[in-house]
């Protein structure tokens, strides 16, 4: 069970980081009308909860 939680918490984290950089056009534009995306919060919590799960 644990190396499965891993796995999917590192696919997780990996499709986290390759949607955040798809978005990031659309965070530029949004950031210049004073509008942030959270993707940021996203990423640092599963690679957080990642790192619990692999130590």
């Given at each position: 069970?644990n190396?499965?939680?891993?796995?999917m918490?590192?696919?997780?984290y990996?499709?986290?980081?390759?949607?955040?950089?798809?978005?990031?056009?659309?965070?530029?534009?949004?950031?210049?009308?004073?509008?942030?995306?959270?993707?940021h919060?996203?990423?640092?919590?599963l690679?957080?909860?990642?790192?619990?799960?692999?130590?």
């Amino acid at each position: 069970m644990n190396r499965i939680t891993r796995a999917m918490l590192l696919a997780l984290y990996q499709l986290t980081l390759l949607v955040g950089i798809a978005l990031m056009p659309l965070a530029l534009v949004t950031e210049r009308l004073g509008i942030r995306l959270p993707v940021h919060r996203a990423v640092r919590r599963l690679g957080d909860a990642y790192e619990q799960r692999a130590a």
